[in-house]
Nanobody, 126 residues
């Protein structure tokens, strides 16, 4: 059974850093494009970043450019999101998602993905 598990969330002060992980089980990530999304209370889920299966293409939402970096280690079946210079407005539940064979010609959207993790809470507060 295909499963995605996010980890690494928590409470961090403004300006701090966190690294989220998304580990797949029941399948290999080698052929899947992956993405990170987030949803803050009362807001719609929004795209953060996406990465192709070979890390050849990455896309970022404007609001995270220069602060967040997506990466993956297919040998570990894991996708990462390094988040630096965190702000209170980054507080949200963060989700990873994957889709087999998805090509990236633009920033990916929620509707592009069929497999999702359960989310991990990130809270940025002093």
């Amino acid at each position: 059974q295909l499963q995605l598990v996010e980890s690494g969330g928590g409470l961090v002060q403004p300006g701090g850093s966190l690294r989220l992980s998304c580990t797949a089980s029941g399948f290999t990530l080698d052929f899947y494009t992956a993405a990170w999304f987030r949803q803050a209370p009362g807001k719609e889920r929004e795209t953060i970043s996406c990465i192709t299966r070979d890390s050849g293409t990455t896309k970022y939402a404007d609001f995270v450019k220069g602060r967040f970096t997506v990466s993956r280690d297919n040998a570990k079946n894991t996708v990462y999101l390094q988040m630096n210079s965190l702000k209170p407005e980054d507080t949200a539940v963060y989700y990873c998602a994957v889709e087999r064979g998805l090509l990236l010609f633009r920033l990916c959207m929620e509707s592009d993905f069929g497999s999702w993790g359960q989310g991990t809470q990130v809270t940025v507060s002093s």
